[in-house]
């Protein structure tokens, strides 16, 4: 699976992999590449168009990523952030040039990149066997869920500031069908009642401590022993802001309205000790603080319920026991089927459901794309 970074990641087209072998990306000139089959699934051909405008496609949006982060770099010249994003933007679409382009278009000759096309013709027949699947299952997907899909995925590279999808429409159409394909069979097997509440349980509680807020006053002593006595003074009854202007090296949060706000997972990872969630008005004895030994007082808690959260929780929780169902379909659906793939573009392999290259070649290797005897795997 290829590598992006994290600005790359976000988009929709590098998160739906899954079941798959993301596509690649590859360069070369349609018009002379003709709509000769380059892999059959079952009674559906893959034409070598169509591996061409994927990898054409991918290629045309990393250009484009890396114009819009330019783009919004040079109107943030003092944004390091910005700054950084071109260099990945760019780094990928070098990458991706690099790893994938064939030399066709150069050099005048029907040629592709040998990894890239067999990548861009793996996804292309998951893309199908995930069909397959779905219809085992008796899962039907409309149009207007793959239009649902499509939109997902323009609003999300939309964010990252690629506004068109002119030059990679196969590529998006392609995944958007993908997406609601995997998304449909992921509902269809979705858990239910108590296995889907545990899952969503456990979610919460590993989520809690970045949902919760303490806003706390904070004592600091230069040693265990100050601190233990500051303590046992405010334990007898003593104000914790008295207490604090007398004795802590930081002074900072003791007064009214200067508290400092953290998260509980940034809380309990110094008082580890304690076991959340914590009342306001709660005094946490003294604990070393890595130069000083500190102790705090809760002044606010803002810790929030499961049913507060749950929205949340259900849509972003992966419902693992329901990927794990779809995987097997796929699976099941690969086995039986019968996957025809053209020489020149590698070697269907039914135990990975990938396209290996012509004899595993180097990056920047390129194929002709004339006639070539075909490699044929039928499923059992």
Known sequence: MERRPALVRRAVLAALALLLVAAGAGCSDSDRVGTRTAASVGDVDITQDQVVA?????????????????????????????????????????????????????????????????????????VELMKQAARDAG?????????????????SISADGVTSTKGFEELVATYAELQAYQKALTTHFASTGEAREAQLQAAFDAALGDQSQYCINLIATPDQAS?????ARVQGGEDFLAVGNEVSLDKDTLAEGKELCITGTQLFGVFSNVQPPVAEGTVLAP???????IFVRVVRAQVPTFEQLRPQLEASTPDDAATAKVQAAVAKAQKRADVTVDGRYGTWNAETGVVDPPEAEPSGTTTSTAPASPSTTAGS
């Open 139 to 155: 899962v039907k997907v409309s149009d207007s869920e793959i239009a649902d899909a499509r939109t997902s995925i323009e609003q």
């Open 227 to 231: 601190a233990l006595a500051a303590y």
């Open 287 to 293: 604990v070393d603080g890595q130069g000083s030994w």
């Open 54 to 126: 994927l990898m054409q496609g991918q290629i045309a949006y990393a250009e484009r990523l890396e114009a819009a982060t330019k783009k919004a770099a040079k109107a943030s010249p003092d944004d390091a952030t910005a700054q950084q994003q071109v260099e990945q933007a760019s780094s990928t679409r070098q990458q991706i040039t690099e790893t994938f382009a064939g030399t066709g278009a150069q050099a005048g000759t029907d040629s592709v990149g040998t990894e890239g096309a067999a990548q861009v013709l793996s996804t292309m027949i998951q």
